[in-house]
């Protein structure tokens, strides 16, 4: 069964063709990183611009890179993105309703609800938050892996129970799946996510957009051991997370060590934190980001832990774009007894195959959705 993915709920454009839920057959990804970067963070309204000019474009491309140009009548106009044909190799076609940026979701759940009026297709509205995990059951040729890992290709698909820690730049949750489609939330966070510390406190040091890369990349020359941030303590049985209090920490310090570069009888606390970045030298940016880092990897392995020992899961999942971090990746793999599973990077961040790979699930499942009823959900819960 061949599902057509669609994926619109941040800043990438996305669409991908997958088989039984685990072949890739296409995976297409336009980034919006260089329209945001100037501003140091996502627009709304620049994203869903840009959603809008490439999203037939990259469906179009996904279903070429699918079934090949060679398999459509000769009579299609190239230039058309409504003519193509795909009517007799896809079987339904699943995107993102929520959560995510409201105007980003119209443009794809929109896409979507006409494409399957149009081609006479099932549809099934996907939660992007739970898809994330299915980047775990996606097959990937080893010898196209951008980067080396535990994947599904070597270890095999994950097994139930599973226990997902899922960290983007939107959510960090954990979940212990009992099957596909069967959950349970068991955590979550209270305010910030992982990945928007990482983007803020990036911002805070002047490293770049999007701030997960930049800071691991920036820890990699720093010393973890130079400054103590706070762990938020909710409690030893608690799984819930809060990121908060580290960044408003990160801030303090930098204000702290920025002083002597400041104005003279300047109060840390005035220290603007859009000036920080010019006052602090590299190496100092250098250790905050891998002192940063190791606090929020330790908070979010602790938990883990604690949920590894209370559910006794088969298998450990971790997923969304924080996934990609190879200090998270390295302190699970030393404190947990059992092997975990994690996509490559590039299946790690936000694409169309997950969403396809889930869609495949809720086709069995028999949960199409009426195309005239599919509505985008900026706060669509798990
Ligand atoms: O899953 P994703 O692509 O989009 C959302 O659904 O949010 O995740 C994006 C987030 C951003 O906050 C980005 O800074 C973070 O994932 N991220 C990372 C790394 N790569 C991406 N965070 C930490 N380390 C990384 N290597
Ligand atoms: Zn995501």
């Given at each position: 069964?061949?599902?057509?993915?669609i994926e619109t709920s941040c800043d990438e454009t996305a669409a991908?063709?997958?088989?039984?839920?685990?072949?890739?057959?296409?995976?297409?990804?336009?980034?919006?990183?260089?329209?945001?970067?100037?501003?140091?963070?996502?627009?709304?309204?620049?994203a869903a611009?840009s959603h809008i000019?490439v999203m037939?474009?990259v469906?179009?491309?996904?279903?070429?890179?699918?079934?090949?140009?060679?398999?459509?009548?000769?009579?299609?106009?190239?230039?058309?993105?409504?003519?193509?044909?795909?009517?007799?190799?896809?079987?339904?076609?699943?995107v993102t309703?929520?959560?995510g940026l409201?105007g980003s979701l119209l443009i794809g759940t929109l896409t979507a609800?006409?494409?399957?009026?149009?081609?006479?297709?099932?549809?099934?509205?996907?939660?992007h938050?739970?898809?994330?995990?299915?980047?775990?059951?996606?097959?990937?040729?080893?010898?196209?892996?951008?980067?080396?890992?535990?994947?599904?290709?070597?270890?095999?698909?994950?097994?139930?129970?599973?226990?997902?820690?899922?960290?983007?730049?939107?959510?960090?949750?954990?979940?212990?799946?009992?099957?596909?489609?069967?959950?349970?939330?068991?955590?979550?966070?209270?305010?910030?996510?992982?990945?928007?510390?990482?983007?803020?406190?990036?911002?805070?040091?002047?490293?770049?957009?999007?701030?997960?890369?930049?800071?691991?990349?920036?820890?990699?020359?720093?010393?973890?051991?130079?400054?103590?941030?706070?762990?938020?303590?909710?409690?030893?049985?608690?799984?819930?997370?809060?990121?908060?209090?580290?960044?408003?920490?990160?801030?303090?310090?930098?204000?702290?060590?920025?002083?002597?570069?400041?104005?003279?009888?300047?109060?840390?606390?005035?220290?603007?934190?859009?000036?920080?970045?010019?006052?602090?030298?590299?190496?100092?940016?250098?250790?905050?980001?891998?002192?940063?880092?190791?606090?929020?990897?330790?908070?979010?392995?602790?938990?883990?832990?604690?949920?590894?020992?209370?559910?006794?899961?088969?298998?450990?999942?971790?997923?969304?774009?924080?996934?990609?971090?190879?200090?998270?990746?390295?302190?699970?793999?030393?404190?947990?007894?059992?092997?975990?599973?994690?996509?490559?990077?590039?299946?790690?961040?936000d694409?169309a195959?997950?969403?396809?790979?889930?869609?495949?699930?809720?086709?069995?499942?028999?949960?199409?959705?009426?195309?005239?009823?599919?509505?985008a959900?900026?706060?669509?819960?798990?």
């Open positions: 069964m061949n599902i057509l993915g991908a063709v997958v088989q039984d839920g685990q072949i890739i057959l296409s995976n297409v990804v336009a980034s919006q990183i260089d329209l945001h970067a100037q501003y140091g963070g996502v627009v709304p309204e620049v611009r000019e037939l474009p469906v179009q491309q996904a279903l070429e890179e699918a079934f090949g140009a060679d398999r459509r009548p000769q009579t299609v106009d190239r230039q058309s993105d409504a003519n193509t044909d795909y009517r007799d190799q896809i079987d339904g076609i699943a309703a929520g959560p409201l609800r006409t494409l399957a009026e149009i081609k006479n297709k099932p549809l099934y509205g996907i939660n938050v739970e898809a994330h995990v299915y980047a775990n059951f996606l097959t990937v040729n080893p010898s196209e892996l951008p980067d080396s890992g535990l994947l599904s290709t070597v270890y095999g698909l994950p097994t139930f129970p599973l226990l997902a820690l899922i960290v983007s730049g939107g959510h960090s949750q954990i979940v212990l799946f009992n099957d596909h489609l069967d959950y349970e939330v068991l955590g979550q966070t209270r305010d910030d996510a992982a990945g928007e510390a990482f983007d803020k406190i990036a911002k805070l040091l002047g490293l770049g957009f999007p701030g997960g890369p930049a800071i691991a990349e920036a820890a990699k020359r720093g010393d973890d051991q130079a400054y103590a941030f706070p762990k938020a303590k909710l409690g030893k049985e608690n799984l819930d997370y809060s990121f908060s209090g580290v960044k408003t920490a990160v801030l303090r310090q930098a204000q702290k060590l920025a002083l002597p570069m400041a104005e003279k009888g300047s109060d840390p606390i005035c220290i603007k934190s859009s000036d920080i970045s010019k006052l602090l030298d590299d190496q100092v940016k250098r250790d905050i980001a891998a002192s940063f880092q190791k606090t929020v990897v330790d908070t979010l392995v602790d938990r883990v832990m604690v949920a590894y020992e209370r559910y006794q899961p088969k298998n450990v999942v971790i997923a969304g774009g924080v996934a990609a971090n190879q200090a998270l990746r390295a302190e699970l793999k030393r404190r947990l007894p059992i092997e975990i599973t994690y996509a490559p990077m590039h299946l790690c961040t694409n195959a997950m969403i396809a790979s889930l869609g495949y699930w809720h086709a069995k499942a028999d949960r199409a959705i009426d195309p005239k009823l599919l509505q959900d900026s706060s669509l819960a798990m």
